[in-house]
């Protein structure tokens, strides 16, 4: 996916973690998040917005600034990589959401991340 305005491309891969989750019925997922500076000018992330949907269709919001701890400034040609972690009630789900990022120039745009599945592996339906 790419924010077309400031060419940031957002790759993720994501891993269920068995035995992780707090609860029993609880389900624990990890992903891993590759941010590329494909565009001509540096670019700071400032927050984060995630929209986590399980199973049952309950979703949960999440915001706030940064990443991990860090608001991170790409480089053009440079990239910043980070993994986290969800917890789910169900075994499937989704997450999508978007980087608020501000580019050298001052302008402030959102780099969007498109839907992505959270689920146990060789579930059957």
Not at 61 to 68: Q, Y
């Amino acid at each position: 996916m790419l924010a077309t305005e400031h060419s940031i491309q957002i790759e993720v891969h994501t891993q269920y973690l068995p035995g992780q989750a707090p609860e029993q019925s609880q389900f624990a997922f990890a992903y891993h998040i590759k941010i590329e500076n494909q565009g001509p000018q540096e670019v700071q992330l400032l927050n984060r917005f995630w929209l986590i949907t399980d199973g049952n269709g309950k979703n949960t919001e999440v915001k706030g600034p940064g990443v991990i701890g860090q608001q991170p400034t790409i480089a053009p040609g440079a990239q910043f990589e980070y993994s986290s972690g969800a917890i789910l009630d169900t075994p499937v789900g989704s997450m999508q959401g978007y980087y608020e990022m501000r580019a050298q120039d001052g302008l402030v745009f959102n780099a969007p991340i498109d839907v992505f599945s959270l689920r146990v592996p060789n579930l059957v339906n």
